[in-house]
Nanobody
Framework: QVQLVESGGGLVQPGGSLRLSCAAS????????MSWYRQAPGKERELVAT????????NYADSVKGRFTISRDNTKNTVYLQMNSLKPEDTAVYYC???????????WGQGTQVTVSS
């Protein structure tokens, strides 16, 4: 059974930091690109960051470049999102995603709430 379980969300003041984790099970983690998406109220889900495997190539949305860092530990089947210099506009539910192309598989976590507010 495939599972992606996010953790680490919460309430933080502007300028603060949070580290999200996503623990994966039920599939061969190292064969999948891992991504973080987010969805704010009334808005569409958007891609925040992606990390490939193997190789660990990363890509970021322009809105988070220089503030967020995605990383993965294939020995722990876990992907992380370090979020620094948080802004109120980063408030959203953050979702973990696992994807591979050939064959195509696409999995989602249940999401974790991040609220940036004073």
């Amino acid at each position: 059974q495939v599972q992606l379980v996010e953790s680490g969300g919460g309430l933080v003041q502007p300028g603060g930091s949070l580290r999200l984790s996503c623990a994966a099970s039920g599939f061969t983690f190292s064969n999948y690109a891992m991504s973080w998406y987010r969805q704010a109220p009334g808005k569409e889900r958007e891609l925040v960051a992606t990390i490939t495997s193997p190789g660990g190539t990363t890509n970021y949305a322009d809105s988070v470049k220089g503030r967020f860092t995605i990383s993965r530990d294939n020995t722990k089947n876990t992907v992380y999102l370090q979020m620094n210099s948080l802004k109120p506009e980063d408030t959203a539910v953050y979702y973990c995603n696992a994807r591979r192309q050939l064959p195509f598989y696409n999995y989602w976590g249940q999401g974790t709430q991040v609220t940036v507010s004073s």
